[in-house]
């Protein structure tokens, strides 16, 4: 068990580039979440995968950003024409998926947009 | 609608028990969680309760839960510098994707 993997640790981008992230979850998990938080707050749920299915998409998520996990494997999270507001940190989490399984998350990807 | 609400700060002495609480709204929870996050880190999961359990123990940590008010406690005994960081309470609802709502958290600080 090596853990969710995120990737990069930081970020720092001007507004309006464009960002990619990449989760690995743990190998044997069909569940990936990505979850955003700002500072002093919670994570916020941002979307659901169960295998390469994404099956659940909070208000969040605006047009701006996609999420795709291709082969159900690992998951990208693409954001467009980044706004200052974007700023936070990205956590991606895995699980088995069968009821109760915890959550386990990344340490993940601190987006700074300029 | 779900909502989960802590409060902001609580500041211990080494040795000393704290105790850490949550109030939730969702009546349909199943499971509820403690994580800890520490500086820049990720979300580390500490203990989870069963909606059906009233306390839960494991190590220096005692979950206790009262469904009727929605109310959980993370206690944590004998409490060490290490320990300080911050704690959020989830609850996981019904339904197919077991997303977890969380808490604001409550900072956690240790004094030796």
């Known amino acids: 068990d090596t853990g969710v993997s995120q990737d990069p640790r930081h970020k720092i981008t001007k507004r309006g580039q464009n960002v990619t992230f990449r989760c690995d979850p743990i190998?044997?998990?069909?569940?990936l979440y990505w979850y955003r938080q700002t500072l002093g707050q919670g994570p916020e749920f941002l979307t659901y995968?169960?295998?390469?299915?994404?099956?659940?998409k909070s208000r969040l998520l605006s047009d701006r950003f996609s999420a795709e996990r291709p082969k159900g494997s690992f998951s990208t999270l693409e954001i467009q024409r980044t706004e200052q507001g974007d700023s936070a940190m990205y956590l991606c989490a895995s699980s088995r998926g069968q009821e109760n399984s915890p959550l386990h998350f990344g340490n993940g990807t601190r987006l700074t947009v300029t | 609608g779900e909502d989960v609400e802590q409060s902001l700060f609580l500041s211990v002495r080494e040795g000393d028990s704290s105790v850490i609480n949550c109030t939730y709204t969702d009546s349909s929870s199943t499971y509820l969680y403690w994580y800890k996050q520490e500086p820049g880190a990720g979300l580390q999961l500490l203990t989870y309760i069963f909606s059906n359990m009233d306390m839960k123990q494991d190590q220096r940590l005692t979950v206790l839960l009262n469904k009727k008010d929605k109310h959980l406690s993370l206690r944590i005994a004998d409490t060490q510098t290490g320990d300080s960081a911050i704690y959020f309470c989830?609850?996981?609802?019904?339904?197919?994707?077991?997303?977890?709502?969380f808490g604001t958290g409550t900072l956690l600080a240790v004094q030796p």
């Open positions: 190998s044997e998990h069909n569940r």
């Open positions: 989830a609850e996981m609802g019904g339904g197919a994707t077991n997303k977890l709502i």
């Open positions: 995968f169960q295998n390469e299915a994404q099956l659940e």
